[in-house]
């Protein structure tokens, strides 16, 4: 049975090197890790969970997918779910926090040094986690953004090594910002109508908010104009 993954999860398994070792971190169904195994993309995996029931969830799924001899389900937080001996070259973490996302690296950062690969998608603080890759040492090599009912995701993909990044670069993705899509765009639009909606709820005499607000809109429109 080939699985079907949602847009988003499917732009994810592009971006997992062929032949990893996967460790996918917070793996509720264990969607990505049975389609890329059924695909042949990847060998074998392990589905990390800390919650019993998506833990349970992901169990089911594996074994229904008869890839139980390939890819092991395990209850832990995080990079608990593996040892040094798995062998793990590349990590996904996906559907959560940025900075969730970013506590996960730094609580499992012993564990990272073997690991070739890191692909992320964070929901929301995208920046906070840029900025954590940059300030341990992990170099992002690709990004991609899509929109799928009506949200917009981030996938950042990011190997050992150093770059520069600037306060824009976390915020905006130092790819999405260089290549600026008609997704990004339309991303940054919805954003910049949020904030000068907000602007308009602020009070002429409440000058400081304002001035952060306007701020934050001056940016925005530079970067997409
Ligand atoms: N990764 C899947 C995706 O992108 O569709 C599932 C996303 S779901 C919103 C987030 C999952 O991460 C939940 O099942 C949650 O229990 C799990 N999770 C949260 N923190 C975790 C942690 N520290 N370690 C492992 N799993 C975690």
Same mark, same amino acid.
């Given at each position: ?15 997992? +090197? ?9 793996? %509720?169904?264990?969607?990505? +890790?049975?389609?890329?195994? =059924? *695909? ?8 990390? #969970? ?40 590349? !990590? ?13 690296? #730094? ?5 990272? @040094? ?22 341990? %040492?992990?170099? !992002?090599? *690709?990004?991609?953004?899509? @929109? ?5 995701? =981030?996938?950042?993909? *990011? ?22 899509? +008609? ?7 919805? @954003? ?11 009070? =002429? ?11 934050? !809109? ?5 970067? !997409?104009?």
């Amino acid at each position: 049975m080939d699985t079907i993954l949602s847009k988003r999860l499917q732009m994810v398994a592009d971006f997992i +090197p062929k032949k990893s070792k996967l460790l996918d971190v917070g793996s %509720d169904h264990a969607y990505l +890790p049975i389609a890329l195994v =059924e *695909a042949g993309h990847i060998d074998a995996a392990i589905a990390g #969970e800390v919650v019993k029931g998506p833990f349970e969830s992901a169990q089911k799924n594996i074994a229904a997918s008869g890839l139980d001899q390939q890819i092991e389900a395990r209850l832990a937080s995080g990079l608990a779910a593996t040892t040094l001996e798995d062998g793990i070259t590349a !990590i996904s973490i996906c559907g959560m926090g940025g900075r969730l996302i970013a506590e996960i690296l #730094e609580a499992g950062k012993d564990k990272l @040094e073997a690991v070739e690969t890191l692909t992320l998608q964070p929901n929301n603080r995208e920046d906070d986690l840029r900025r954590w890759l940059r300030d341990n %040492d992990f170099r !992002i090599q *690709a990004e991609q953004i899509l @929109e799928e009912n009506g949200k917009y995701y =981030e996938i950042i993909q *990011a190997v050992h090594g150093s770059a520069f990044l600037s306060a824009l670069d976390c915020r905006f993705g130092p790819f999405l910002l260089k290549e600026k899509s +008609p997704i990004f765009i339309a991303k940054w639009q919805r @954003e910049l109508d949020k904030l000068q909606y907000a602007l308009s709820c602020v009070p =002429e005499d409440n000058q400081l908010d304002r001035s952060a607000i306007s701020q934050k !809109i001056k940016t925005i429109e530079e970067m !997409i104009s």
